[in-house]
């Protein structure tokens, strides 16, 4: 075998793994971090050794993601930011701007050739994370898929609660009041892409930009983030790999 | 020689814990009838306390724990340094609080200003007039005659006079104390330099709990001389790839302190101090030469907050300590809810991006609660450099 490197992304909400072999992802795998970060990366890692057939005395391993901290294994670990930046180099050369809405956090990281420029981060606040959108979701009685599901016309309202709290509240108001599922979802969605706009406003934004994090498979947040930034955004199905393959190609630095 | 090397961990360890040995040493000095005089700002001028025979402390409460008890009184979304200083004064739980015969503070902020006015009732407590201009010649005018009244105040207080030649004597003593701390953290212009900022920021912080001067300057002499030896003989506590790293914002000690190990923590060495506790204070002498309350008032103006406007000072030892140190990154702490600091803190970005030095801006409080958000940003800040 070539030069294996594992990326481990253990987030708040996921964690993430990949297995780089020779500039390539070999294989990715994901599942829920659950109430023990260590014992998840533990068993991404393992299934990670099972799928390619590696060794594990070959492998160099790398942790990012707030759980890095207890994953002992790990021979380096590296910040989510770094991380992001590097992986979303990978993912979309020449990329200028990350966008990441992870389930704790969300960040907007200026890059240029897979490095960090600067970076904005909010994670004082459940607004504007994706969080936010799971705990509306399940306000409204439905799980993502479903929740996706409501933003496919595009329809909104206006939604002013500028606090996950009182949102909260805000939504159950704005049904009982006769607005639409749809419309409702589409106004969380928006609210989140005006706090991301907000925290974009602080740093350089430059195209092209990619959109990373367990969200951007939500095609209705991507075109909400483009309404706000007046820029296309980008997705890709590795987007959610993006920390996990940052951080295998540090192990390979 | 060798002696000095071998006691180095014991005088670091002395200034780290000089603000708890310190209740006791005051203790001592009030027993035996010296005066006290707590301060809460830079702008403070010691030297009339000094000349007096008094000794003066830092209020400057570094902890969250009066801070509910300041909450009964104080808005939530105000400042932890005045929130937590508030409230070990109404819960007598700082014994400097305690001991202090007089409180001097400063219209620096409005929320100092409007929390002083609640501290006066419960303490003895003299406000200086602060001009928040430096350079006109009203402002300087009204800083001397302030400078009077206080001088005025401690006379009436404590049955002293003071004299001329009492003010110039304590204007050589602060000037020998600031000359050689700032000694001390010029050796950090090394590389790699020859202390971690945290030990830098113990001896910066734990000066001001010293009272018996001749003992302090003693200490500082052998840190500065134990440091070197160590250096010289070819220990290195930090690695030369180190980023090197200039702090600067709110004032830094204390709980605070953590911003300066998720620097370290990430890889990063602190260099330089551009805070109250630091460069700010120690970076210029005051002239000797001549009148010495207007010697003593032209040089406390000119010490660059986010108080003044324009900040001009600020940035101008900003710009001097980044080409001195050979600074890779600057970090700049503000304290949740602290306008002046927080809103100059764009300038000072726009500053480092002009001469293309990093910044990051890290707010906080005076909780360990952020140390993750902390550590990932200044994690992230140290990889990117
Ligand atoms: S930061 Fe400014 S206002 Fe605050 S203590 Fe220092 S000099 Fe005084
Ligand atoms: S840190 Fe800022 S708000 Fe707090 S006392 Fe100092 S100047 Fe005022």
Redesign the interface.
């Known amino acids: 075998m070539g030069q294996v490197s594992i990326g481990i992304d253990c987030g708040s909400a996921a964690c993430k793994g990949v297995l780089f072999l020779d500039g390539a992802v070999k294989a990715a795998t994901v599942r829920p971090t659950g109430w023990n970060p260590k014992e998840t990366a533990k068993a991404v890692l393992d299934e990670l050794i099972v799928k390619a057939g590696a060794k594990r005395e070959e492998l160099s391993i790398t942790a990012t993601g707030y759980g890095r901290v207890g994953i002992d294994f790990a021979e380096r670990k590296v910040t989510e930011i770094t991380c992001h930046a590097l992986g979303a180099d990978f993912i979309l050369p020449g990329v200028r701007t990350v966008v990441d809405i992870g389930g704790q956090d969300s960040k907007v990281i200026s890059v240029k050739d897979g490095k960090v420029q600067s970076f904005q981060m909010n994670d004082k606040c459940a607004a504007g994370t994706g969080r936010f959108l799971e705990m509306s979701a399940h306000r409204m009685g439905v799980d993502m898929s479903g929740f996706a599901a409501l933003l496919k016309e595009g329809k909104s309202c206006a939604i002013s609660s500028m606090c996950a709290v009182f949102a909260d509240s805000e939504i159950v108001s704005l049904l009982a009041s006769g607005k639409s599922r749809e419309e409702v979802a589409g106004g969380i969605v928006n609210s989140v892409a005006a706090r991301t706009a907000a925290l974009a406003a602080r740093i350089e934004m430059e195209s092209p930009i990619l959109l990373t994090g367990g969200l951007s498979e939500l095609v209705g947040l991507k075109k909400a983030l483009e309404v706000q930034f007046q820029l296309p955004v980008i997705t890709s199905e590795l987007s959610r790999f993006a920390g996990a393959i940052g951080a295998a190609r540090k192990g390979l630095s | 020689m060798v002696e000095l090397k071998t006691q180095l961990p014991r005088i670091f360890d002395s200034f780290a814990q000089a603000r708890q040995d310190g209740f006791l040493a005051m203790k001592k000095l009030k027993d035996s009838g010296t005066g006290v005089v707590g301060q809460f700002c830079t702008y403070t001028p010691q030297e009339i306390f000094m000349a007096a025979g008094l000794v003066t402390v830092g209020l400057c409460a570094t902890s969250d724990e009066t801070i509910p008890d300041a909450e009964k009184d104080l808005p939530s979304n105000l400042c932890p340094l005045i929130k937590s200083s508030y409230g070990f004064a109404i819960t007598d739980k700082c014994p400097y609080m305690y001991f202090s015969d007089l409180v001097v503070g400063e219209t620096t902020c409005d929320g100092k200003v409007k929390m002083y006015e609640l501290l006066g009732k419960i303490k003895n407590v003299h406000i200086l007039e602060l001009p928040k201009r430096q350079n006109t010649p009203q402002a300087k005018a009204l800083w001397r005659e302030e400078l009077v009244r206080l001088k005025e105040r401690v006379e009436k207080d404590f049955h002293v006079t003071i004299t001329d030649e009492m003010l110039q004597e304590a204007i050589r003593r602060r000037n020998m104390e600031r000359k050689l701390l700032k000694e001390l953290y010029e050796l950090s212009t090394l590389t790699p330099p020859p202390l971690t900022g945290m030990r830098q920021l113990q001896v910066l912080f734990g000066a001001q709990f010293k009272f018996n001067w001749e003992e302090k300057i003693k200490e500082i002499g052998n840190a500065i001389a134990g440091i070197r030896q160590a250096y010289d003989a070819g220990e290195r506590p930090v690695p030369a790839s180190a980023p090197r790293i200039l702090v600067t914002g709110c004032p830094i000690g204390g709980v605070t302190e953590k911003v300066v190990r998720v620097i370290e923590e990430a890889g990063g060495v602190v260099v330089v101090f551009e805070n109250c506790t630091g460069a700010k204070q120690m970076d210029r002498q005051c002239r000797e030469e001549g009148d010495p309350l207007t010697n003593i008032a032209d040089h406390y103006l000119q010490i660059g907050c986010a108080v003044m406007t324009p900040d001009t000072n600020r940035f101008e030892l900003l710009e001097r300590l980044c080409e001195q140190f050979h600074i890779d990154g600057v970090v700049e702490m503000t304290l949740q809810a602290c306008h002046p600091y927080a809103v100059e803190a764009h300038s000072v970005k726009l500053f480092m991006q002009e001469r293309n030095i990093?910044y990051l801006q890290l707010e906080t409080d005076y909780s360990t609660a952020?140390i993750?958000?902390l550590s990932?940003?200044a994690?992230?800040f140290v990889?990117?450099l």
């Open positions: 990093p952020d993750g958000q990932t940003r994690g992230a990889e990117m």
